[in-house]
């Protein structure tokens, strides 16, 4: 993954995979509705560490490698 717009595409998909809404995401991660709209959407200032948790929430996980 290389943008913000991929990621938001990733937790979109999973999310849906789960069949939860948005609401039910917000409310498991406790984060509010508009975050998870603008993670889902790529917003380039979303806070890491609440996409963490939303990722961990979702059994996904950010892999780092050196190139």
Same mark, same amino acid.
Request: positive net charge; hydrophobic residues 35%.
């Given at each position: 993954?290389?943008?913000?717009?991929?990621?938001?595409?990733?937790?979109?998909? &999973?999310?849906?995979?789960?069949?939860?809404?948005?609401?039910?995401?917000?409310?498991?991660?406790?984060? #509010? /509705?508009?975050?998870? +709209?603008?993670?889902? &959407?790529?917003k380039p200032t979303c806070q890491t560490g609440k996409t963490l948790q939303v990722l961990?929430?979702? #059994? /996904?996980?950010?892999? +780092?490698?050196?190139?």
């Amino acid at each position: 993954m290389k943008t913000t717009e991929q990621l938001g595409i990733s937790i979109r998909m &999973r999310r849906k995979q789960l069949e939860i809404t948005q609401k039910e995401l917000a409310m498991a991660c406790g984060t #509010g /509705l508009r975050f998870i +709209v603008d993670l889902e &959407r790529g917003k380039p200032t979303c806070q890491t560490g609440k996409t963490l948790q939303v990722l961990q929430a979702l #059994g /996904l996980v950010i892999e +780092v490698k050196q190139q």
